[in-house]
């Protein structure tokens, strides 16, 4: 497969897509520092791996915009609300990773200029070539768009290889798993078929633009210990997305 051939390169780029439930506790709320230990082992053996590792991670372990909005606050303000948190979950990756002596940067979508770097593009490529982490936070930095559409914007920008999106299942099912036993694992789906199938892998935008710039996309199981260097080796973990 064509996302295999690249994964076995030296250098390889790659954007990881977190959700902010991957920080949480046992009830999926939260910061917890031993999830955030092994979050950062994990990304630690891509980076030893010489893959050049970007990150964009959500904000659901604290609050989601969307549902907020839901509850009756303003669209606007609470996508801004969610943004916010994104950063918070970045600084404490961001600080997880450092303990593991990875040097590392959060590059906001939103100017917090005391507290990390605003996204520059260029800037961000420079720190990957540098070998150092860098994570997006702060979405897109606009209302109304995921992280996941964000992560594919970022990938698109620094000309990632790969996005890699980690879930809580082995991959893309045809209908949710633990709901349906019976349930079909996708080994390999176009983009074409993710869309019209209406998967709930990504969201649409975010799927669109990996279409369009030839960006794969790996879908896996971050519970899978090791499975990030294994995706970067060529192992066929997960769904793969691509044309």
Do not use: W
Not at 59 to 75: L, Q, V, W, Y
Not at 91 to 111: H, N, P, Y
Not at 156 to 164: G, H, Y
Not at 173 to 180: A, E, I, Q, T
């Amino acid at each position: 497969m064509e996302a295999e051939a690249q994964a076995i390169r030296p250098n390889l780029r790659i954007v990881l897509k977190l959700s902010g439930e991957i920080l949480s506790n046992v009830d999926g709320y939260g910061i917890d520092r031993d999830a955030l230990t092994r979050l950062a082992d994990e990304i630690n053996a891509l980076h030893q791996a010489n893959a050049e590792v970007a990150l964009v991670i959500g904000g659901g372990n604290i609050i989601r915009g969307e549902t907020f909005s839901a509850s009756g606050a303003a669209r606007t303000t609470a996508d801004y609300m969610g943004m916010l948190v994104t950063v918070v979950n970045a600084l404490a990756l961001q600080d997880a990773l450092e303990s593991q002596g990875i040097d590392t940067r959060v590059m906001s979508a939103i100017k917090i200029d005391e507290v990390c770097e605003g996204y520059i593009r260029r800037r961000a490529v420079r720190h990957l070539e540098k070998r150092r982490i860098v994570i997006f936070a702060a979405g897109t930095g606009n209302p109304f768009f995921t992280t996941d559409t964000a992560a594919s914007l970022r990938a698109v920008e620094i000309e990632a290889d790969i996005l890699c999106k980690a879930t809580k299942v082995d991959g893309v099912y045809s209908d949710n798993p633990d709901l349906n036993p019976d349930a079909k694992l996708y080994k390999k789906l176009s983009y074409d078929e993710a869309l019209s199938q209406n998967l709930a892998v990504m969201d649409t935008t975010a799927i669109v633009l990996c279409r369009e710039h030839k960006i794969p996309i790996r879908v896996f199981n971050m519970k899978t210990r090791g499975a990030c260097e294994n995706i970067i080796k060529g192992s066929d973990i997960g769904t793969l997305i691509s044309i």
